[in-house]
């Protein structure tokens, strides 16, 4: 019978396909391997063994838990059998599963029939009237617009879905005539709907390409982050992606208990060998969690690129929280200091036991005083998908930078090396067999030299290996948004021109509640199609600049215009930078020593740069920084060459009987730049407006905020109003919390 593929998205139909629920029964009955056990159970009573007792006393059985035969009976006639089918399948899964599920319900009451009766029924007619109906559909949940299926592998997923679907509502595959059919129903169905058959090229982030990739995220201004940390931490994730080949769910749920650091003796150096023994336990199950893999990452001494380093950046990490249990190791200085004890091999580094529960991939918190980290709050994928996306864009990559790329280079990497068998690559990619990795991760782009192989000369590996990768097809120059004109030319279509004349007619209706909903849906609907236009022309423009760009390079090359100047480095803005950015990019983009001392020299000021990087603020996350010359640093030269002499003369303006111009609450906190905490307003007004906006409001029940001018703590927004009017000038305008 005709079996549908499936990929690591997709969890079998078959039980029979999970290898490791075949090897736990087959262990439960083979007692020829222990035979010394074998024998010793035989001495022993069986829990089903009678006891032979001259004695009738039951008191000596009082902890026995006896039932009568009913109420095993009613406990197996009460059992939920639909229920323990769920279990078998991821939240993920099953909210798929039953997103197909309602399509399929939707059809059957579109068409008037009983939704269970159609999977009993289920026929090569229904499949096709079904399959039609689901191509055909434009709008999703609330009206909202959807692009609908536009692709043959898009629909053959759906079918794959609705298999899966089928067998859980029914309690048994489909018919093989039916299932046969239905692949003839696709066809019919992709050629009526004009699907279109091209497949999106896969990419492959090979470690070449990841260093430059990782390069873009720690330079650029063109995507900004609430918290240093978080740049750091994106960095960080991408290292262990590509490192370990874990999937995106199990490493953002990684906390500081899956994490060991060890020194273990090097026998070929004097100094031991920092270890990182990562363990994600929340991997791909189906049918159970699987057993976790634990990684062991050695310290790479003359590392090429610390870019590529996980030590380095977690152990920036690790110090800007104070993790370690031991009190003494505060600095990376303490650390390379230890040495492992005569006798011994290794010297563990514990972590504090109130960290264990926190996680490492976390996120930012807006509170009053300013940007703060949220341990308990774990980093969301759909974060870590966007913030990768940008960053590929800005790095000029052809190809959609996602997780996943990261875990495809780890597996052809895997696959490649002498010093990986097939059995250790099964077990690290916790796949059942070699052959879902020939399915799904080897692709038809073919990296071996084929012309040099064929004529028995040698290949030329790293061209073909570079040929194949993702760096080969970077370009700053691609659009990657609309210019301000771009975008402002949607509202001339005719489409935006008729929903303007129908808001304009709504507009004279919104007295009574029914008009003014009228009037607000339209306004709705006008901004989701204005956003829905210059998605689309943003497409245009880059497929316009992928057909068309080659050409005119071309000629302005054979003109003698060899360089243009959008082909200059984007990333070059550190007039923008805060000297914590500048002095990280720095100690970072390094090249390795040549003496052991100065090499570890070299790590401790990249670890102390990550360190006192993780606190700075940079900002709000903004989609629309303009790319661009760079902003010349307007500040007098005295905040430069004498910043300490700034600050103080900052702390002594809002001290003052004046009412100021700067912010006490900015003035006191590190994390932002002296220009920040410096920073003057027009007028005590507009003072006023930032404290209630920035901090007031930002101060929730329960929190407080210091004032590190006074050494203050408030406790409240009372305190906080009074002590800024008391003490620094800054009037609110709210009397009623002061009181």
């Known amino acids: 019978m005709y079996q549908p593929p499936y990929g690591d998205d997709y969890p079998p139909i078959d039980n029979e396909s999970d290898s490791t629920s075949d090897s736990d029964t087959d262990s439960l009955f083979d007692s ?5 056990d074998t024998a010793s159970d035989t001495d022993s009573e069986g829990p089903l063994e009678e006891v032979d007792s001259d004695t009738d006393d039951d008191d000596l059985f009082d902890d026995e838990v006896r039932h009568p035969p009913e109420y095993y009976l009613a406990a197996s006639a009460n059992l939920d059998v639909g229920r323990l089918r769920q279990k078998r399948y991821s939240p993920k899964t099953q909210n798929r599963l039953d997103w197909v599920k309602d399509h399929h319900d939707q059809y059957c009451t579109f068409i008037g029939r009983n939704p269970v009766q159609c999977f009993r029924e289920v026929s090569a007619n229904f499949l096709y009237g079904f399959l039609c109906w689901v191509c ?5 949940k609330k009206g909202r ?8 592998s898009s629909l053959g997923t759906f079918w794959k879905w609705y298999l899966m679907v089928y067998r859980v509502e029914t309690g048994k595959k489909i018919d093989g005539l039916v299932q046969v059919q239905g692949q003839d129903v696709l066809n019919v169905v992709a050629i009526e709907k004009k699907l279109d058959n091209t497949k999106r090229e896969s990419a492959t982030m090979y470690v070449e390409d990841l260093a430059e990739y990782a390069r873009v995220l720690l330079s650029t201004r063109e995507m900004t982050f609430q918290l240093g940390w978080l740049r750091i931490q994106l960095i960080l994730f991408c290292q262990l992606a590509g490192i370990t080949g874990n999937r995106l769910e199990a490493l953002v749920q990684l906390r500081y208990r899956h994490l060991k650091l060890t020194l273990i003796r090097d026998h070929n150096n004097l100094r031991p060998r920092l270890f990182i023994e990562l363990t994600a336990e929340f991997t791909k199950g189906f049918l159970g969690m699987k057993d976790a893999n634990e990684f062991k990452i050695p310290e790479i001494i003359y590392d090429p690129t610390l870019v590529l380093s996980p030590h380095t950046f977690l152990l920036g990490m690790l110090f800007k929280v104070q ?15 230890l040495n492992v004890l005569k006798g011994m091999n290794e010297q563990q580094l514990p972590l504090k036991d109130v960290l264990s529960d926190d996680f490492v991939f976390c996120q930012a918190i807006q509170a009053a005083h300013g940007v703060c980290l949220a341990p308990q709050l774990q980093l969301s994928s759909d974060s870590v998908r966007y913030r990768m996306k940008i960053g590929g864009q800005i790095t000029g990559f052809a190809q959609v ?6 875990r495809d280079g780890n597996a052809k990497a895997l696959n490649e090396s002498p010093d990986v068998s097939d059995s250790v690559q099964n077990l690290i990619l916790q796949h059942s067999s070699i052959d879902t990795f020939l399915k799904h991760y080897l692709d038809r782009n073919i990296n071996v030299d084929v012309q040099n192989i064929y004529r028995g000369q040698a290949p030329q590996r790293e061209l073909m290996r570079f040929a194949c990768s993702m760096s080969r097809s970077i370009d700053p120059r691609r659009p990657r948004k609309l210019t301000p004109e771009q975008s402002a030319s949607v509202n001339e279509l005719p489409c935006i021109l008729k929903l303007n004349c129908r808001i304009t007619k709504l507009s004279g209706i919104r007295g009574d509640p029914a008009g003014e909903e009228k009037y607000q849906k339209a306004r709705r609907r006008l901004q989701s199609e204005k956003q829905r236009q210059r998605r689309l022309l943003l497409v245009d423009l880059v497929e316009c600049f992928k057909k068309e760009q080659p050409v005119i390079d071309s000629e302005r090359q054979l003109s003698g215009k ?9 990333l070059n803005q550190s007039e923008q930078m805060t000297p914590e950015h500048l002095l990280l990019i720095d100690a970072i983009l390094t090249l390795p020593e040549t003496s052991l001392e100065n090499e570890y020299q070299r790590r401790i000021a990249a670890v102390n740069a990550i360190t006192a990087y993780c606190g700075v603020e940079e900002g709000p996350a903004s989609r629309y920084i303009q790319r661009g010359r760079p902003v010349k640093d307007e500040s007098p030269p005295a905040l430069k060459a004498e910043v300490p002499n700034a600050l103080s003369q900052a702390i002594r303006s809002i001290q003052g009987e004046k009412r100021p111009t700067k912010c006490f609450v900015c003035l006191g906190n590190p994390s932002l730049t002296m220009r920040e905490r410096v920073a003057s307003y027009a007028t005590p007004g507009s003072l006023s407006r930032h404290f209630l906006r920035k901090h007031v409001s930002k101060l929730q029940e329960g929190m407080h905020i210091d004032c590190h001018i006074c050494g203050d703590k408030l406790k409240n927004r009372v305190e906080l109003l009074a002590h800024a009017e008391r003490f620094h000038g800054t009037v609110s305008r709210v009397p009623a919390q002061r009181t």
């Open 323 to 337: 993790a370690f249990k031991s009190p003494s190791i505060v600095s990376p200085e303490k650390l390379y200091g």
């Open 32 to 36: 020829s391997d222990n035979e010394v």
């Open 562 to 570: 060899v360089v243009d100047e959008d082909t200059r480095d984007a």
């Open 136 to 140: 055909d559909q434009r709008r999703g």
């Open 145 to 152: 617009r959807r692009p609908g299926i536009k692709h043959t």
């Open 401 to 406: 930078t996602k997780p996943y790329v990261l």
